[in-house]
């Protein structure tokens, strides 16, 4: 059974920065995120503790120097995506923003 993708504003905005800056990293992003679909609890993912986004669990997947925020929604079989962030960001205050 197949995910559906549902994105946040800040990560369409995100994903449109990375494109203008590196184009075969955003492909890298894009494919991670694409595999969600199929399969939203890679070996990779981290369970987030103490972080819910839109009152589901959170999780995180690597992508070379990009962290993927997401949750997911397996009642209605959704992948929340909700944060892309590079991993020398601030990670704990873009956690605590999506709450």
Avoid: C
Wanted: net charge positive; no cysteine; charged share 30%.
């Amino acid at each position: 059974m197949s995910y559906r993708l549902e994105f946040s504003e800040s990560t369409l905005s995100r994903l449109e920065s990375l494109g203008s800056a590196d184009a075969k990293t955003l492909r890298q992003v894009i494919m991670k995120i694409l595999s969600l679909r199929r399969n939203p609890v890679p070996h990779d993912t981290k369970k987030l503790v103490n972080f819910n986004y839109q009152g589901l669990t959170g999780y995180r997947v690597d992508q070379g120097e990009y962290r993927i925020i997401y949750a997911i929604d397996e009642a209605n079989k959704k992948v929340l995506i909700g944060a892309i962030i590079n991993r020398n960001e601030d990670y704990e205050r873009v956690i605590r923003h999506k709450k």
